[in-house]
């Protein structure tokens, strides 16, 4: 079992910054693909971002290349995302996950563990 915190949501303006961390407890990431995902009200959870802990392989979605990051700190067995240049369509509710494998996926339903989630709200 892996239980998985999210944290660092916030208000920001446009154009602003903010840094998500997802810690997980009850094992380390070691093995594990982990995934940023967000969801706004009335629209279905999308992908964001994704590192694989082994080698830190990444992906990322075509709307944040370039904005977002998604790095790990083995020490803290911790994921970030850095989020610079936020749009008002970066609202919404940001959740980490984890999935056994290599494959670095983009689909929900394959991520086994997940995070209570943060919010994120962008001021334009």
């Known amino acids: 079992q892996v239980q998985l915190v999210e944290s660092g949501g916030g208000l920001v303006q446009a154009g602003g910054s903010l840094r998500l961390s997802c810690t997980a407890s009850?094992?380390?990431?070691?093995?594990?693909?982990v995934g940023w995902f967000r969801q706004a009200p009335g629209k279905e959870r999308e992908f964001v971002a994704a590192?694989?802990?082994?080698?830190?392989?990444?992906r990322y979605a075509d709307s944040v290349k370039g904005r977002f990051t998604i790095s790990r700190d083995n020490a803290k067995n911790t994921i970030y995302l850095q989020m610079n240049r936020l749009q008002a369509d970066d609202t919404a509710g940001y959740y980490c996950?984890?999935?056994?494998?290599?494959?670095?996926?983009?689909?929900?339903?394959?991520?086994?563990?997940w995070g209570q989630g943060t919010q994120v709200t962008v001021s334009s």
């Open positions: 996950a984890v999935r056994w494998g290599l494959v670095l996926q983009t689909e929900p339903a394959l991520y086994a563990y």
């Open positions: 590192i694989r802990w082994s080698d830190s392989i990444t």
């Open positions: 009850g094992r380390t990431f070691s093995g594990y693909g």
